[in-house]
């Protein structure tokens, strides 16, 4: 299929791929002053962001005009949604106006698969590329992918590493993506959170969960803490800010019983001094700028998927 819509929906042959085509990208465009490929010259990429973004909207848009696409940028604030417009007809129209990829931010759990079947027509399959790039708290799959990526470097190799996924998984699309995509890669998942934070159906996702952050720290080779989703939880918020930073936070404490070799990730945005101290954010085992350079050249290979697929030749 050209959509993107999970990462859990990945075979372990189809991330590897986008893996190593983020990498040939990076190669591609190394040591040159000019980042210019014509690789999607005459493609029209739109963006469609119903919610708030620096780094997944900003990383779509680079990865687009890199590659010489026409890259559009339409928020739910500014376009004739906020008049009421639903989703469906603005979906139709974003069709009807050329887009051959509709990059899909949105707060309902669904809506990228729900903007697939829309704007795919059921006989010919014609219609743009939906890409996923965050719904509600379903799945961030580019974010699971960058993290891969990101992993891949600093381990050398996901296979058997030990990961910990820490804070508010219930709210956290890129926790579930995760969980999935590093076990399809074939990573031991442990997931580190407060009870009333973890999601009802957890056991059916192939991972481990602890209750005690401290006692698997020496055992990891890697850490990813979340962001806290304030904006998900109803002005409800059990633990308290202190109990969870006290509980569940990467404090240099926690960082100093880590093995030499671990990685720190972090899909930012970061709320330092609560999830993450600000010494960790900042020390060289913390790979958070790192995650968003990867971030770019892995959306370059996304767009790439859906748009040219797998022909030869188009990185030159
Ligand atoms: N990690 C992530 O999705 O960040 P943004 O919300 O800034 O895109």
Redesign the pocket.
């Known amino acids: 299929t050209r959509h993107l819509l999970t990462a859990s929906g990945l075979t372990r042959e189809a991330a590897t791929d986008i893996l190593d085509e983020a990498v040939r990208f990076e190669q591609a465009l190394l040591g040159r002053d000019v980042h210019k490929l014509p690789t999607l010259r005459g493609k029209t990429v739109m963006t469609v962001f119903y919610?708030?973004?620096?780094?997944?909207?900003?990383?779509f848009e680079v990865a687009g005009k890199w590659m010489s696409a026409d890259v559009i940028n339409v928020s739910g604030s500014t376009s004739s949604a906020s008049k009421g417009e639903s989703l469906r007809d603005t979906a139709l129209t974003l069709r009807a106006a050329g887009a051959d990829a509709l990059v899909v931010?949105h707060p309902a759990s669904g809506a990228a698969h729900q903007i697939a079947a829309w704007t795919t027509d059921p006989t010919t399959g014609a219609g743009p590329a939906v890409i996923n790039?965050?719904d509600g708290t379903h799945e961030?799959p580019t974010?699971a992918l960058l993290d891969a990526l990101t992993l891949r470097q600093r381990l050398g190799d996901i296979e058997g590493r030990r990961i910990a996924i820490v804070g508010d998984v219930l709210h956290s699309r890129?926790a579930r993506s995760n969980a999935f995509l590093l076990a399809t890669l074939g990573a031991e998942v442990v997931l580190v959170a407060p009870r009333t934070l973890l999601p009802a159906g957890v056991n059916t996702w192939p991972v481990t969960v602890a209750d005690s952050f401290d006692a698997e720290l020496p055992a990891l080779d890697a850490v990813m803490m979340l962001?806290v989703q304030a904006e998900r939880m109803n002005g409800g918020f059990f633990p308290s800010a202190r109990e969870y930073s006290v509980n569940f936070g990467l404090s240099q404490k926690r960082f100093e019983l880590l093995p030499d070799h671990a990685v720190v990730l972090h899909?930012?945005?970061m709320l330092r001094g609560m999830e993450i101290a600000f010494s960790v954010a900042d020390a060289p085992e913390t790979a958070v700028l790192q995650?968003v350079t990867n971030?770019v050249h892995v959306r370059m290979a996304v767009l790439f998927r859906a748009l040219i697929g797998s022909e030869e030749g188009s990185r030159s």
């Open positions: 919610e708030n973004s620096t780094r997944t909207r900003v990383s931010r790039a965050g961030h974010q890129v962001r899909p930012g945005p995650q971030g």
